[in-house]
């Protein structure tokens, strides 16, 4: 597989990982705070006034979910990449951060989860970067070759 295919299916699955955790988190949040259990989902105007009156505690899961999304996203996109593991982390936040601004666009929420939510995420993912970065050994430069 080339270097650019590999590029595209690490991301990928990077983000595919990052997106089954936030729905993951999401769930979670909704069952045990329990705020979407009486809303029509399909209705726009319903969900955007029960996230209105969500408790904090319910939206603060949700950033705690989105930002261990980020670092496994990132981490694992990071990890299979073979160069520039960072890049490829970072690359995880860039989608995440589209999404997300395409669901925060679309319901409106407090401006700390906003705020917050979009900072998550990249810390996220740079963490992640950083991790994998680390851990790698160092290039090996070539052998020098011996002066005549």
């Given amino acids: 597989m080339g270097p650019i295919l590999r590029s595209i299916g690490v991301l990928l699955l990077g983000v595919i990982v990052a997106i089954v955790i936030i729905h993951g988190s999401e769930t979670l949040s909704e069952r045990y705070f329990g705020f979407l259990n009486d809303v029509d989902k399909t209705n726009t ?6 996230l209105a009156d969500a408790p904090p505690g319910a939206l603060w899961s949700v950033l705690l979910g989105y930002f261990i999304a ?15 593991p960072m890049a490829h982390a970072m690359s995880v936040a860039i989608v995440l951060l589209l999404a997300s601004a395409i ?10 989860f906003v705020a917050l939510n979009l900072l998550v995420i990249p810390l996220g993912s740079y963490i992640a970067g950083w991790l994998v970065t680390r851990s790698r050994p160092a290039p090996i430069e070539p052998a020098q070759r011996p002066s005549s």
Avoid: D, M, T
């Fill in 45 to 50: 105007e319903a969900v955007q006034k029960a």
């Fill in 70 to 84: 980020a670092i496994a996203g990132g981490w694992l996109a990071a990890r299979l990449s073979c160069l520039w």
């Fill in 103 to 112: 669901n925060l666009r679309e319901f409106s929420h407090p401006a700390w």
